[in-house]
T-cell receptor, first 116, second 110 residues
Framework: GAVVSQHPSRVICKSGTSVKIECRSL??????MFWYRQFPKQSLMLMAT?????????EQGVEKDKFLINHASLTLSTLTVTSAHPEDSSFYIC????????????FGEGSRLTVL | QQQVKQSPQSLIVQKGGISIINCAYE??????FPWYQQFPGKGPALLIA?????SEKKEGRFTISFNKSAKQFSLHIMDSQPGDSATYFC?????????FGRGTQLTVWP
């Protein structure tokens, strides 16, 4: 099946620093990628929809200046958590939609962010 | 507002038994209903999915039953195994966006 890779899988940073998380579709092109946030034992919350070559669409309540999303190519989207604080600690998951065929959605393995 | 309601929140089943998870939705624009399996510390993986023009879909031990008039769908796991222990999420999709249920933590006892 199609593979979506996220990097890093775990990151620990100090409060006030910025962290970048990459999401790559390894064997297919993805015009659209999605970023989710998941708290322990809770569901996935859609943060934003990222379209290649255009600005991301953020869900209500998600700060676009806090969570910067860039989708510069058909295989890569990045999420940058700017000036991270402990409350930003979470599990961030991306998904990528195949540009061709059924348009099936594939999820990455997630990135665990811990802000000290 | 939770667009997809999922129950139960947790489920304990003996090995060999049937696990049943139920979901209900309100948004009639949903045109795709996937189920995802998630293990701790991992991203969700697509298990099985159905479109609203079909009432049932079976793949191996996993079956989705879909009731369009009632706006409900369910996942049945036959012959449940300890390796099935995970969190299961149902979802509804419209315009390419997924709306997840709250999840069901399934534990299968050996």
């Amino acid at each position: 099946g199609a593979v979506v890779s996220q990097h890093p899988s775990r990151v620990i940073c100090k409060s006030g620093t910025s962290v970048k998380i990459e999401c790559r579709s390894l064997d297919f092109q993805a015009t659209t990628m999605f970023w989710y946030r998941q708290f322990p034992k809770q569901s996935l919350m859609l943060m934003a929809t990222s379209n290649e070559g255009s600005k991301a669409t953020y869900e209500q309540g998600v700060e676009k200046d806090k969570f910067l999303i860039n989708h510069a190519s058909l295989t890569l989207s990045t999420l940058t958590v700017t000036s991270a604080h402990p409350e930003d600690s979470s599990f961030y998951i991306c998904s990528a939609r195949k540009s061709s065929g059924s348009g099936e959605l594939f999820f990455g393995e997630g990135s665990r962010l811990t802000v000290l | 507002q939770q667009q997809v309601k999922q129950s139960p929140q947790s489920l304990i089943v003996q090995k060999g038994g049937i696990s049943i998870i139920n979901c209900a939705y309100e948004n009639t624009a949903f045109d795709y209903f996937p189920w995802y399996q998630q293990f701790p510390g991992k991203g969700p993986a697509l298990l099985i999915a159905i479109r609203p023009d079909v009432s049932e879909k079976k793949e191996g031990r996993f079956t989705i039953s879909f009731n369009k008039s009632a706006k409900q769908f369910s996942l049945h796991i036959m012959d449940s195994q300890p390796g099935d222990s995970a969190t299961y999420f149902c979802a509804g999709s419209t315009l390419g966006r997924l709306y997840f249920g709250r999840g069901t933590q399934l534990t299968v006892w050996p």
